[in-house]
């Protein structure tokens, strides 16, 4: 409300990346301030200049990544990471709404749906890759509960270019296979391209071949380079303002 009236000033974006110093020694805060104080300190990262997509893809997706081990090496219990893993999302939710995406320039036909694989609860992956895509000026959807049944309908409704799903837990491969299958059967775009990764997927990333997928990126910037090598983009027309 206080950015519809103009009350609160949204800051400028940054370029710089961080420091990977700096991001490892922020891995372990998830676990020990919440989500406010965890805001101060990303606050802090940025002041200097540093830009929301590699506050995203290189602090907070390490992060949850980290908090991923501490759970598969027995260290924290499922209390302890998924509350962790709320206050990343609370902080990225923050973050998006301060830095909202550019809404001038290009409008680009590319469009794009983002959901983890249904059966998975870890919608924090999801969102990151959404917002990342969003901001390079894609339409962009996320599903962040999805169910099977969902995600077919959405694609047999709506045409979307590029489809992502993150798994963050170990799914059998014939049953990825079989939703793929289903997602090319009902998509409304004929030229459906289908991206999966997550924590799976870069173990073993002949997966992607295996369940007939067009391809994965280890992060959510490589994504989109993948992405918009595999969709062509031609532009349809300019933004008001623009």
Do not use: Y
Not at 39 to 54: A, M, T, Y
Not at 83 to 92: D, N, S, Y
Not at 167 to 182: E, G, T
Request: aromatic share 4%; charged share 25%.
């Amino acid at each position: 409300m206080a950015h519809t009236h103009g009350v609160a000033r949204v800051p400028l974006e940054g370029s710089l990346p961080v420091d990977p110093a700096e991001a490892a020694q922020f891995a372990s805060l998830p676990l020990q301030l919440e989500a406010d104080e965890l805001l101060i300190v990303v606050e802090g990262i940025l002041s200097r200049g540093v830009s929301v997509d590699s506050v995203f893809v290189d602090l907070l997706a390490p992060a949850a990544r980290r908090l991923g081990q501490h759970w598969e090496d027995d260290d924290c219990d499922f209390l302890d990471v998924t509350m962790g893993l709320w206050r990343l999302q609370e902080v990225m939710r923050e973050i998006t709404l301060r830095f909202p995406p550019p809404r001038n320039g290009p409008v680009l036909s590319r469009s794009a749906l983002f959901a983890p694989a249904p059966g998975d609860s870890h919608s924090l992956g999801a969102l990151m890759v959404e917002e990342v895509f969003a901001r390079a000026g894609w339409q962009t959807e996320v599903l962040p509960e999805c169910k099977r049944k969902e995600l077919l309908q959405t694609l047999a409704d709506r045409t979307f270019d590029v489809v992502g799903l993150t798994l963050s837990c170990d799914c059998p491969n014939a049953s990825l296979a079989d939703l793929i299958a289903a997602m090319r059967s009902v998509s409304k775009s004929p030229d459906l391209k289908i991206l999966i990764g997550g924590r799976m997927v870069n173990a073993r990333p002949e997966v992607v071949d295996e369940v007939g997928a067009d391809g994965s990126a280890t992060d959510a910037c490589g994504a989109l380079v993948l992405a918009e090598r595999l969709v062509a983009a031609p532009l349809l027309s300019n933004r008001p303002g623009a």
